[in-house]
């Protein structure tokens, strides 16, 4: 008797497509069943202290991986398929955790069937089935867990970047295109980690 597959979703979404500085992160996350999916949302609508409580929960219940591409592979491959890339990159770490979490979660490895959904309207180039649906961040809870690990980690880097760059005021604004940022960007001229393929 055959036995029947075990159908386990993985959740993708990245976070800094819109910047003028720094990386694009995504994440690739797999909820257990017993996740409490009250918690998420999509990042960009939970404050900063509940994308902290978030990440600690996905951290220690979900298989996950994060990936990103600098602003150096941004501006060679273009921001789009810079972020599938680093798409890829996510699921390349989950799936090097993917037995051990399914062991801890006594989960038939061997019998494992991965499908995925990603926000947006493309799929990153990925060997598992994977559908991509606009607002996918608002309606699923493995995309909206993955869109708050790559929001907070890209967050987390643009604090270390704006303690080596503080001129630039990387921790207000995070890269992102705001009339401050340009500004100092016109006066000072591009920083270290600026994308020189987007205007600014």
């Given amino acids: 008797m055959q036995t029947e597959k075990i159908i386990l979703t993985v959740g993708f979404d990245e976070a800094g497509r819109g910047p003028l500085a720094g990386p ?13 999916v009250e918690l998420l949302n999509d990042s960009k609508k ?35 398929e810079a972020s599938m890339l680093s798409m890829k990159k996510a699921l390349d770490e989950l799936l090097k955790k993917l037995p051990e979490w399914c062991k801890k979660n006594n989960i ?6 991965l499908t995925a959904i990603t926000d ?3 799929c990153p180039p990925v060997e598992i089935e994977c559908r991509a ?23 987390r880097f643009m604090l270390k970047m704006d303690a080596l760059y503080p001129e630039y ?7 992102y295109p705001t009339a401050v940022h340009r500004k100092i960007c016109h006066e000072l001229g591009p920083s270290p980690i600026q994308r ?5």
Avoid: T, W
């Avoid at 694009?24 to 409490?36: H, K, Q, S, W």
């Avoid at 038939?108 to 069937?113: A, H, P, S, T």
């Fill in 169 to 175: 005021g990387y921790k207000k604004h995070k890269g």
């Fill in 108 to 113: 038939d490895f061997e019998n494992v069937f």
């Fill in 24 to 36: 694009v992160y995504a994440g690739a996350v797999i909820l257990p069943e017993d996740f409490p």
């Fill in 46 to 80: 939970l404050s900063e202290k509940k994308r902290a409580a978030a990440e600690e929960v996905i951290r220690q219940k979900a298989c996950f991986g994060l990936g990103f591409c600098d602003e150096k592979e941004i501006d060679k491959l273009n921001i789009l």
């Fill in 133 to 155: 649906e606009p607002k996918a961040d608002g309606k699923y809870p493995c995309v909206m867990a993955a869109s708050i690990l790559a929001k907070n980690e890209r967050d």
């Fill in 196 to 200: 020189l393929s987007f205007k600014y």
């Fill in 120 to 122: 947006g309207n493309k």
